[in-house]
């Protein structure tokens, strides 16, 4: 196979970060759990995306990571993946809150999120709850009733839903902040942190985000600890 380096320079993936753990150039490699495997090969994937195949192993070595990268290039699992593995190794009770928060900024984009989610965890027997405005919430909440492993949810319902006190997110240790790009040009970033500060600071976070503008590198600093930087392709400022 290829060398970490060659693979990078093929890919365009750029990585800022101590001791970098080399790319997954193919899933035999991951060492994911079998359950997972089957599902990525179901789904027909032939190998991991650029952008998986180097957070991947930074992921789950528990670090904090910030992945620039461009849409549709599989950021989804390239956080849920690393999810699943960290809900297995905690084995929380989901009936106490989720482990796994994701935060995103439509509901459209919370929506297919969940269902990656459940596609791909299902198997793995993973919960996710969905919030989102825009639709009542009576629903979203029996799902929280239920317990969940992962909620994705945009900021502004579950704000509301916090303000309920109908979730709580003291058991939160891997917080995934996708589109944050976005998530801050539709004003959310009040907040998103008024909501992080509900999340123990113990914790992995990841962020996800198209471009790397200033008040994205302000927000990453404030709310990750010594991230792991990962570029794939040219990025916009
Ligand atoms: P992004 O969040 O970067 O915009 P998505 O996570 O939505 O991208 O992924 C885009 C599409 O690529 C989805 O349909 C997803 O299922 C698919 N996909 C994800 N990983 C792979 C892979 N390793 N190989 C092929 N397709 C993939
Ligand atoms: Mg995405």
């Known amino acids: 196979g290829l ?5 990078r320079r093929r890919h365009e993936i750029s990585v ?8 997954f150039t193919s899933f035999e490699v991951t060492g994911f759990p079998s359950e997972i495997l089957r599902e990525v090969h179901q789904a027909g994937f032939s190998a991991p995306t650029p952008i998986q195949a180097q957070s991947w192993p930074i992921a789950l070595q528990g670090r904090d990571i910030v992945a620039i990268a461009k849409t ?3 950021k989804t699992l390239g956080y849920l993946i690393p999810g699943f593995i960290h809900l297995k190794r905690r084995s929380n009770n989901p009936q106490m809150g989720p482990t796994v928060l994701v935060l995103s900024p439509t509901r459209e984009l919370a929506t297919q999120i969940q269902e990656e989610a459940v596609k791909f965890g299902g198997s793995s027997r993973i919960s ?3 919030l989102y405005g825009g639709a009542p919430k009576g ?3 029996r799902g929280l009733d239920k317990g969940t492993d992962i909620v994705v949810a945009t900021p502004g319902r579950l704000n509301d839903i916090l303000e309920m006190r109908r979730v709580s997110l003291r058991q939160v240790s ?3 902040l996708d589109e944050a790009d976005r998530m801050l040009d539709m004003g959310f970033e009040p ?3 008024k909501i992080v500060k509900e999340v123990p600071t113990r914790r992995q976070t990841l962020m996800f985000t198209a471009t790397w503008p200033k008040e994205v590198r302000k927000i990453a600093a404030d709310l990750l600890f010594n991230p792991v930087q990962v570029n ?3 990025v916009d400022e």
Do not use: W
């Open 232 to 234: 794939i392709g040219n």
């Open 174 to 176: 891997y917080l995934v």
């Open 16 to 23: 800022i970060g101590d001791n970098m753990p080399q790319p």
């Open 191 to 193: 907040q998103i942190r």
């Open 3 to 7: 060398s970490a380096e060659a693979y």
């Open 72 to 74: 549709g290039s599989g």
């Open 139 to 141: 629903p979203q909440l």
């Open 128 to 130: 996710c709850t969905c």
